[in-house]
């Protein structure tokens, strides 16, 4: 089964009174179990609006989204609510963590949330910590450690629940170099060794040419889309061949 299906998808901003912006033009798309996909676009090309779709966080104004066959427009808020926590895993460019709880608290806040068993809490957090290289650092807060090991706890976070699929939204952005290199890594880590489906946002064609293909957006439509077939080298340069076709950012 697809891990989502995204079919015409159209997002209007405004109203018929007021200026009316489409941020999205019938975009259709699949994703398959262990896909790691990239999107890339200049600013207001509508990667943003994609993303908060596809993490219910927002909703289209035409079009289906299924994420493991559920039509996500059926569900009720609560429902919705609770589809976010078990299928949708996020890391964030500025992590999103908690700066009041210690970084145990912040990874399993999710099963917490879901009401699940203490005992599976600690063995998923267990593995995920000793994988991740982070388990010295369960009882620090999120300003006593670096830029790396906090993105490194947000994918933790965002792997707890074991979820359908992990949108990752400019991971590497407020990191240097070295650490956006090692979180490059450990995101292809964890998508070989938990098989995670993976779509990240990224204006950076070193981080999306980790991809096993990058799916470009101009103007709210999908533009190009290019297969990872030989080395990351060569696919580089296919990603920055097709990014100066729009100008887009480098």
């Known amino acids: 089964m697809q891990v989502l299906a995204a079919k015409n998808l159209s997002k209007v901003y405004g109203s018929k009174k007021n200026k009316r912006y489409m941020a999205l033009k ?73 700066e009041s709880m210690t970084i145990e608290e912040n990874i ?23 994988d991740l290289g982070i388990s010295a650092l369960l009882d620090k807060y999120p300003y006593e450690i670096s830029g790396g090991e906090k993105q490194r706890a947000a994918a933790c976070r965002a792997l707890i629940t074991n979820p359908s699929i992990i949108l990752a939204d400019e991971p590497t952005g407020n990191l240097d170099s070295k650490s956006g290199r090692q979180l490059l890594k450990l995101l292809e880590q964890i998508n070989q060794s938990y098989d995670a489906t993976i779509l990240m946002v990224t204006h950076d064609a070193n981080a999306a040419s980790h991809c096993h293909s990058v799916m470009f957006i101009k103007d709210g439509e999908i533009y190009n889309r290019l297969h990872a077939e030989g080395d990351k080298k060569a696919f580089y340069e296919e990603i920055l061949n097709v990014m100066r076709t729009f100008g887009g950012e480098n």
């Open 108 to 130: 399993v806040l999710p099963l917490m949330i879901s009401g699940e068993k203490p005992d599976e809490i600690a063995k998923r957090l267990k593995r995920l910590t000793e």
């Open 26 to 98: 019938n975009i259709s798309f699949d994703i398959q179990p262990g896909d790691f996909i990239g999107v890339m676009g200049p600013s207001g090309s509508g990667k943003t609006t994609l993303l908060n779709i596809l993490g219910s966080i927002d909703i289209p104004t035409t079009g289906k989204l299924l994420v493991s066959g559920t039509d996500i427009a059926s569900l009720s808020r609560k429902a919705l609510a609770r589809h976010r926590i078990q299928h949708v895993g996020f890391i964030f460019q500025d992590f999103n963590l908690l």
